[in-house]
């Protein structure tokens, strides 16, 4: 069960901005919201996370719903190298334990 | 050099054989992951250890095992390998608070004739 929901494939044109949706419905008030990328032949490779307020780093911006049961990962000018494999994951305060599920596919045009 | 090390690359091997796949990290960090992943498919976690004295097992152990030698180092065996668990296998660390993300290795590509 991999608690989180994403479509499987999205398309973007090079350097415009790309928004990743990601549903977690279930996820509890002590669950981080992760995002990871896997590009082929390689690990994953982390991105952005965040708890409730909405994180900005170099790599990408995260914008957690109030009701924290949806994300959206932004990036905001995309590349030929953004194409890959992106995972939204739920991790347990805890225990840092990651459940991956199918992940979405972006493919990037130029 | 990479944070995380994992050894070797690529494997081939025969079914029944004794496999152990290396992981070693230089980022200082207490929490290591063993997770394989099958094509077109996210990645399952295998074990886990919160520090040396500490083992657990993830969602998918039976068949493996493993051994933390040290705060650096994590192995992953298969005692008696089976063509299904040919697959890419990822080492990960993370640091103990809670939360925080994981660490990476480029993986294994292990096949099991």
């Known amino acids: 069960d991999a608690k989180t929901t994403q479509p499987n494939s999205m398309e973007s044109n090079e350097e415009e901005p790309v928004h990743l949706p990601c549903n977690h419905s279930t996820i509890s008030g002590t669950d981080y919201i992760h995002w990871y990328r896997q590009l082929p032949s390689q690990g994953p490779e982390y991105v952005i996370h965040?708890?409730?307020s909405n994180v900005n780093n170099r790599m990408a911006s995260l914008a957690i719903a109030e009701d924290r049961k949806s994300s959206t990962l932004i990036l905001h000018r995309a590349t030929l190298r953004d194409a890959a494999v992106y995972y939204c994951?739920?991790?347990?305060?805890?225990?840092?334990?990651?459940?991956f599920g199918g992940g979405t596919r972006l493919m990037v045009k130029p | 050099d990479a944070d995380v090390t994992q050894t070797p690359r690529n494997r081939i091997t025969k079914t029944g054989k004794r496999i152990m796949l290396e992981c070693s990290q230089t980022k200082g960090h207490d929490r290591m992951y063993w997770y394989r992943q099958d094509p077109g498919l996210g990645l399952r976690l295998i074990y886990y250890?919160?520090?040396?004295?500490?083992?657990n097992k993830g969602e998918i152990s039976d068949g493996y095992s493993v051994s933390r030698q040290a705060q650096a180092k994590f192995s992953l065996s298969l005692e008696s390998a089976i063509p299904n668990q040919t697959a890419l296998y990822f080492c990960?660390?993370?640091?103990?608070?809670?939360?925080?993300?994981?660490?990476f290795g480029d993986g294994t590509r292990l096949s099991i004739l």
């Open positions: 994951i739920r991790s347990n305060n805890a225990g840092n334990m990651l459940t």
């Open positions: 990960a660390t993370s640091d103990r608070q809670g939360g925080q993300p994981q660490h």
């Open positions: 250890s919160f520090d040396v004295k500490d083992i």
């Open positions: 965040g708890l409730t």
